[in-house]
C-alpha cells in the first residue's frame, strides 16, 4: 500500500508540475501513469517537436520540457507507479481515497488530482483471435524493461519510430530479432529505416515485408505465430517466437476515470472554474487538459497554472485550519523550502 498526501493520476506536464508546487507546501506526490515514461503527450506524441508558448522558454523541445520538469521536482523525491492504469477510486472510512491499478498497486491518500489529459494512452491492438489469451503470456504492446528479452525470440510488427528503434535496440540481446510490416515501406525517421536495413544484411535482424501476423498458437503460453507473405502466393509460414510485439500505435482513452462518478462533458471532467478545480467529489480535483470550464484552454501553462491553485486548497484539506502563507521560491529556496538547501 502506497500512502502519500496527494496521488497524482497522469505524469504529463500538469501532474509533474503539480509535484513541484505541491512540495513547496511540503506536501507529498505520488504520480500514477499507464505509460512506462513521464511526460504524458509531450514525451509519446511530440518529444522533438519544439514548443514556443512556455514563459521564459522561447523555443524548447517538448522532450527537454519534460527532463527540466523531472530536474525541478527531484528535491521533492515523488513517487512513480509507471506503466499501470489507474483503475478504480474508493472513499474510504478514514475519510482516504484508495486508488487501485490494473496491476493491483494500491495509494491511499487524502486528496486526489486527476491530471489525465486526453485519457490513458491504450495500444492499438492488432485484429486476431485469441490475443486476449495470450496477453503478458507471449504478447506485449510495450516494452516496459529490453532486458526481459535478452536471449529470447523476439517477433516485433509496425512502421514507425517505435517498431524500427525497438527492432535495433534488442537486436543486441535477443536470440533473434524479427520485423515484420504490412508495407514495403516505413513511417519512421529515414536514419532508423537505414539502420534495419544495414541491420538485415549483416544478419542482426531479420526483415520480412509485406507480411501480417495472422494466427498466433501455444498452449497457455504463446510458442509460434503464423505470417502471411503478401504477393502473387500469400505464402503462409510459422516461425517460433517467445515475444510478439505489435507496435501499433497508442491511442488516448479517457478510460476508467470516465465511471468514478465525475460530471463529464465533452469527454472531459467539470470542474470549479478559476477556485481550485475541484470536481464534484470533495477532496478530488481534476486539472490540466482531462478539465473543462468555461473558456478552457488546453495548453500546458494553462496545467500549470492550475496545479498551482490546486494544491492550495488540498493543502487546507490535509492541514484543516493551519493558514499557508505565500512564500517566493526566491527567498525561501526549494530544498526542505526552508533555504538551507538540505
Ligand atoms: P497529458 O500530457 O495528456 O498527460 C496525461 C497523462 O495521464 C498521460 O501520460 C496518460 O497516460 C495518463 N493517464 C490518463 N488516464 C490515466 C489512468 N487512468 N491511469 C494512469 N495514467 C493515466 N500545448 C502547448 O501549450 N503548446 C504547444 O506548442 C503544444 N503543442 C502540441 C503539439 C501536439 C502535436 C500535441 C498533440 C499537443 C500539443 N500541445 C501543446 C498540448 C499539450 O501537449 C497538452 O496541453 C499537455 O500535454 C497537457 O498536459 P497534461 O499533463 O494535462 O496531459
Given amino acids: 500500500m502506497i500512502q502519500t498526501d496527494i496521488i ?13 508546487e505541491a512540495g513547496l507546501l511540503k506536501l507529498k506526490c505520488h504520480l500514477i501513469d499507464a505509460l512506462p515514461q513521464p511526460g504524458g503527450q509531450c514525451s509519446e506524441l511530440y518529444p522533438k517537436k519544439p514548443i514556443y ?25 515523488p513517487g512513480f507507479t509507471l506503466a499501470e492504469r489507474a ?6 472510512n478514514d475519510g482516504n481515497f484508495l486508488i487501485t491499478t490494473n496491476k493491483g498497486t494500491k495509494h491511499k491518500a487524502p486528496v486526489v488530482a486527476i491530471a489525465g489529459g486526453l485519457g490513458s494512452f491504450e495500444p492499438r491492438k492488432p485484429e486476431l483471435e485469441d490475443i486476449e489469451k495470450f496477453e503478458e503470456k507471449g504478447v506485449y504492446y510495450m516494452i516496459k524493461n529490453p532486458e526481459d528479452y535478452r536471449g529470447k525470440q523476439v517477433l516485433i510488427a509496425g512502421g514507425g519510430d517505435a517498431a524500427l528503434d525497438w527492432a535495433i535496440h534488442l537486436s543486441d540481446m535477443a536470440k533473434k530479432v524479427t520485423l515484420v510490416h504490412r508495407r514495403n515501406e516505413f513511417r519512421g525517421a529515414l536514419d532508423s ?18 507480411a501480417e501476423v495472422i494466427k498466433l498458437n501455444g498452449n497457455g503460453n504463446l510458442e509460434s505465430l503464423v505470417l502471411q507473405k503478401q504477393g502473387e502466393n500469400n505464402t503462409e509460414e510459422t516461425i517460433k517466437v517467445d515475444a510478439f510485439i505489435p507496435l501499433f500505435g497508442l491511442s488516448p482513452k479517457l478510460g476508467p476515470i470516465a465511471k468514478w462518478g465525475f460530471e463529464i462533458e465533452k469527454g472531459a471532467i467539470k ?5 481550485d478545480y475541484q470536481t464534484n467529489i470533495p477532496g478530488v480535483f481534476a486539472i490540466g487538459d482531462v478539465n473543462t470550464y468555461p473558456g478552457k484552454l488546453k495548453l500546458i501553462l ?3 497554472h492550475e496545479a498551482t491553485l490546486m494544491v492550495q486548497s488540498a493543502y ?17 529556496g526549494v530544498n526542505g523550502f526552508d533555504g538551507s538547501k538540505k
Avoid: M, W
Avoid at 485550519?321 to 527567498?331: A, M, S
Fill in 8 to 20: 497524482i493520476v497522469g505524469a504529463g506536464p500538469t501532474g509533474l508540475f503539480a509535484v513541484f
Fill in 53 to 77: 508558448d512556455i514563459p521564459g522558454f522561447p523555443e524548447v523541445l517538448a522532450g527537454e520540457l519534460v527532463d527540466n520538469l523531472i530536474k525541478q521536482i527531484a528535491p521533492f523525491k
Fill in 87 to 92: 483503475e478504480t477510486i474508493e472513499k474510504l
Fill in 193 to 210: 529505416v537505414e539502420k534495419v536495413k544495414e541491420y538485415k544484411k549483416q544478419g542482426k535482424i531479420v526483415l520480412i515485408t509485406p
Fill in 271 to 275: 470542474v470549479h472554474n478559476s477556485l
Fill in 302 to 304: 494553462c496545467g500549470f
Fill in 316 to 332: 487546507q484539506i490535509i492541514n484543516p485550519g493551519k493558514r499557508n502563507i505565500l512564500k517566493y521560491t526566491t527567498v525561501s
